[in-house]
T-cell receptor, first 113, second 113 residues
């Protein structure tokens, strides 16, 4: 079972780029890395997913080094509305029933004006 | 329609009550999930349904009883709960149980008195 470790919290200012790193030393060969965003009193929202190298979408980029033991979520030019908890997940391919989604502790990002 | 709906939004119940939480999606997703989230903690997976069959039960106490009447609906039946079961209960769905991108509902805030 791949465990993830993230910083508990981060502060940033509007307009800055924010990088949140997640460690997953025991990642398995078939595991993907997924990031979710959660605002208070709402369900998590899928941000991005990757397996290796770099993935980019309209919201964020995900950088994964060759050894895949960590990953970095990059949020370009954050705004106040990006204040949220960001979760890193590593898919656990269970023996039966498909993936078990195990959320990490999450990183609380606070964006200041 | 990319929405997962959950009812009720809030629920207060006594320890001897029986109540049900309801979740609905109309995205044609064939996997549905129940999570429990305590304050300032990450969501914890409880159950996974795949093609209307229970595929994962994360050793959840029997006072929580899931049901998937059809591919669009997911229920969580509650009976004889304890105060420590008070939490936000989140429902999610995905295309199938081998896809990491899950769509979450807003949750039901449950208080057990």
């Amino acid at each position: 079972l791949a465990k993830t470790t993230q910083p508990i919290s981060m502060d940033s200012y509007e307009g800055q780029e924010v990088n949140i790193t997640c460690s997953h030393n025991n990642i398995a060969t078939n595991d993907y890395i997924t990031w979710y965003q959660q605002f208070p009193s709402q369900g998590p929202r899928f941000i991005i997913q990757g397996y290796k190298t770099k993935v980019t979408n309209e919201v964020a980029s995900l950088f994964i080094p060759a050894d895949r033991k960590s990953s970095t979520l990059s949020l370009p030019r954050v705004s106040l509305s990006d204040t949220a908890v960001y979760y890193c997940l590593v898919g656990d391919n269970g023996d039966t029933g498909g993936f078990k989604t195990i959320f990490g502790a999450g990183t609380r990002l606070f964006v200041k004006a | 329609d990319t929405e997962v709906t959950q009812t009720p939004k809030h629920l207060v119940m006594g320890m001897t009550n029986k109540k049900s939480l309801k979740c609905e999606q109309h995205m044609g997703h064939r996997a549905m999930y129940w999570y429990k989230q305590k304050a300032k903690k990450p969501p914890e997976l409880m159950f996974v349904y795949s093609y209307e069959k229970l595929s994962i039960n994360e050793s959840v106490p029997s006072r929580f009883s899931p049901e998937c009447p059809n591919s669009s609906l997911l229920n969580l039946h509650l009976h004889a709960l304890q105060p420590e079961d008070s939490a936000l209960y989140l429902c999610a769905s995905s295309q199938n149980n081998r896809v990491h991108e899950q769509y979450f509902g807003p949750g039901t805030r449950l208080t057990v008195t």
